[in-house]
């Protein structure tokens, strides 16, 4: 189905099912322990082996000599996999650096062996008997060093976040010298782990030529391409298999070494293994978000409006890698004539960095929507006002593109009006609460959508029941319930008439989950094969398809009824398409908008910061199941306080490796953390979209909080932290004089 034209009026505007708040298909199963993730195939599986990862111990050089003979001599070791012996191996198309390394390592943890034993406890007390001797080069791992003779460097997320390395509109070094009201600030946030539950796991088996794979990742398509190449193999020889994901947050979208490593494993002993990457091994070995540093500059006018607006960031990466494109919503997301967007990439030999939850969006939103709030106050208006103020219906860049939809003003006054933010004093620091020093913070919230082609078959079984292929993934989003939701709403079933089967290459290539177009592209594929199944149902009832309705296990026409059931007497049928797009996004802009409202008290005495309330508003198209995206926007909510408050990767610069490797060192929030969280969603359809009327929401959850809960503690104490996270460390020493 070719989308090219704003949606009309379809089966989905019913909204039965669409639009209504459902429990997660897949929740009994999760919680039950009946859901099998990719490390836990046993009853499908017979005799699967072990492998456990060796990690480099050392962040740039060689590997001078390997010395294995202890480790093959212990019990239970089946073989040792190394560059050595694993075979010519090539770099996926969206990997950055080889998986497996030998004898150059270009970077800490990266993965040199896999031993292979009859347990896993037999192959980790293996690894522990390799010996390895490195000759060590000198890494590159400081980003501020690095960073001022760094060239600028243009990137794209490939999840709807880009910029050129320089992007100029205007002529801001006259107008900003030239504007009356000026802000000139520097900002940083470091680097991030994804610290999903799941680790990285795959339980790979070979038989004969044909490999197959259950892993634990986000693109299945992207995936089993990359493994493909690695390994020399055509794509049609390999499966892989994801029907339950255990978090992934842009750490799962690309091929890793656990999975590659257990076909090497599974080749070298002719039977099933599994590999799971221990939990060290996660924040060096896979990706991370690289840390940035930030320059933001604003002019304005005295009543508030923006004549000059500037936004650099810098980032590093392993010499193939891109930059995290943290000023792509400065281009967007507010008015002005006169703009300069840059970023510059260093080359550091720290672990790749690669795409986290909103990337570029989110650390990027960390700096802008502190530095709006800088300039309110600098203006004397309220932080609020100042927005809107500066609010635009097109492209600040391309002003004959318009934005599909943007209610981002109706976003900030609504969620005022709920968070009651005229009782803020803008006066910082003059709101107690016992000992608590107590204030609020906004920040605006923005993301792209971006429109991918994805494929789904539909099958109507004898008995009337529907199945849903696709390999579109579940990463903890939804997907299995508001496909079903699709599928049943266009096939006029009730949801449990409606079987959905995901995360195998096996099915129709779908968008997959990341960068927030998984649930609007994959239920708008699964739209485009229910109405090749619709039409394929009508012609064998021998009714109109262009005028049949399908509702309550009946297909109507006028006074004429067939029970669906009827269709699939002689067999069942099958159809199966895939949604495409035309140019649409090429014509209007296409984003989501919302606004992040934080309340924080901090200990006057300790500078311990609390967060007491949040709220979200959210325009973001037809929300297809409210349910589920509350939960996805609240799981974006806690990440921002996470990287508001706590979260950051420790480089050690002189062995290039994040010392806080696990989950005692990596803080990241738990529920005592998180106060009650508020989301709301405008009542809002985009047509021009895709069919569903449909826009991604759960990293736009993440967008901007990070800012909230930053003018937040600086409302409640008049102190401004520019890095991140806001530790106690960082203001304590300038909190208010005790009386």
């Known amino acids: 189905m070719k989308f090219d034209s704003p949606a009309g009026p379809n089966p989905i505007d019913r909204q039965r099912l669409i639009g209504r708040p459902q429990d997660r298909i897949d929740g009994p199963f999760k919680t039950s322990g009946t859901a099998p993730y990719a490390y836990e195939h046993n009853a499908d599986i017979a005799h699967a082996a072990y492998g456990y990862v060796v990690g480099a111990a050392i ?56 031993v292979v034993a009859d347990s896993f406890e037999q192959a980790r007390a293996a690894a522990g008997l390799i010996r390895i001797d490195y000759a060590r080069a000198p890494g590159r791992f400081d980003l501020d060093a690095a960073l001022p003779a760094a060239p600028y460097t243009g990137g794209d997320s490939k999840e709807g976040s880009g910029a050129p390395p320089i992007d100029r509109v205007g002529q801001f070094e006259q107008a900003f010298a030239a504007a009356p009201v000026r802000l000139d600030a520097h ?73 590659l490593l257990a076909a090497l494993g599974a080749r070298a002993v002719g039977r099933p293994v599994k590999v799971a990457l221990q939990r060290p091994l996660i924040a060096n070995n896979t990706t991370h978000r690289p840390a940035t540093r930030q320059h933001i500059q604003i002019g304005a006018t005295r009543d508030g409006i923006i004549t000059a607006l500037a936004h650099e960031s810098g980032s590093g990466d392993q010499p193939d890698g891109s930059p995290e494109t943290a000023v792509n919503q400065t281009k967007l997301l507010y008015a002005g004539a006169n703009r300069r967007i840059a970023m510059k990439l260093a080359v550091l030999d720290l672990p790749e960095g690669n795409a986290m939850r909103a ?63 005229s009782r803020r ?12 020093l107590v204030g609020l913070g906004v920040a605006s919230a923005f993301r792209n959508h971006i429109n991918m082609a994805s494929g789904a078959r539909v099958r109507l079984e004898r008995g009337g029941r529907v199945t849903v292929e696709t390999d579109m993934t579940d990463i903890g989003t939804g997907s299995y319930t508001i496909i079903a939701q699709t599928a049943a709403e266009m096939m006029g079933l009730p949801l ?5 089967r995901l995360g195998d290459s096996a099915f129709p290539v779908s968008a997959g989950s990341g960068g927030q177009f998984g649930a609007a592209n994959a239920t708008a594929g699964v739209y485009a094969a229910c109405v090749a199944l619709r039409r394929a149902v009508a012609d064998r009832l021998g009714l109109d398809p262009e005028a049949a309705e399908f509702s309550d ?5 006028g006074g004429r009824s067939a029970a669906l059931a009827d269709a699939a007497a002689a067999g069942p049928l099958t159809a199966e398409d895939r949604i495409d797009y035309g140019d649409l996004d090429k014509t209007w802009q296409m984003s989501t908008f919302g606004a992040h409202f934080v309340e924080v008290g901090v200990d006057r005495y300790t500078g311990v910061t609390r967060v007491r309330r949040m709220l979200a508003v959210c325009a973001a198209g037809r929300i297809l199941n409210p349910k589920a995206a509350r939960s996805q926007v609240i799981g974006a909510m806690t990440m921002g ?12 610069p002189r062995f290039g490796l994040f010392v806080n490797h696990d989950l005692a060192g990596y803080e990241v929030p738990v529920h005592a953390d998180i106060p009650h969280q508020e989301v709301v969603f405008l009542e809002e359809s985009d047509p021009r979209a895709n069919p569903m009327k449909a826009k991604g929401v759960g990293e736009l959850g993440l967008c901007g909080v990070g800012a909230a ?31």
């Open 187 to 259: 900002y940083a946030t470091p680097d991030h782990s994804h610290a999903m539950m799941e680790p990285h796991a795959s339980t790979a088996w070979w038989t004969g030529d044909q490999l197959t794979v259950y892993t634990s990742n986000q693109m299945i398509d992207w995936g089993r391409g990359d493994l493909a190449k690695t390994l020399g193999l055509p794509k049609e020889k390999v499966r892989l298999i994801a029907p339950y994901v255990g978090g992934g947050f842009g750490g799962k979208l690309f091929l890793r070494a656990d999975a």
């Open 59 to 114: 962040a740039k050089g060689r590997i001078a000599a390997m010395h294995l003979e202890a480790a093959r001599a212990a019990p239970g070791v089946l073989a040792i996999v190394t560059a050595a012996n694993a075979g010519p191996l090539a770099k996926g198309k969206f990997n950055t650096v080889k998986l497996l390394g030998g004898p150059v390592v270009d970077h800490y943890h990266q993965a040199v062996a896999l």
């Open 425 to 436: 004093d803008p006066r910082p620091g003059r709101h107690q609460d016992g000992r608590w």
């Open 553 to 557: 296990g009946q297909v109507r026409v």
């Open 496 to 500: 449990e008439a409606v079987t959905v």
């Open 641 to 652: 306080v996470g990287a508001a408050l706590m979260e950051r990767l420790d480089v050690d």
């Open 709 to 739: 809960v930053a003018n937040a503690i600086y409302n409640a104490t008049g102190v401004r932290v520019r890095d991140y996270p806001i530790t106690l460390d960082k203001h304590l020493a300038h909190l208010p004089a005790l009386v």
């Open 359 to 421: 990337p570029g969006e989110a650390p990027g939103m960390m700096a802008l929507e502190i530095a709006m709030d800088e300039m309110a106050e600098k203006l004397g208006m309220d932080p609020i006002a100042f927005r809107i103020k500066n609010d635009t219906q097109v492209d600040p860049e391309k002003p004959q593109r318009r934005f599909s939809q943007r209610q981002l003003a109706r976003c900030l006054t609504e969620g005022a009006a709920l968070f009651d933010w």
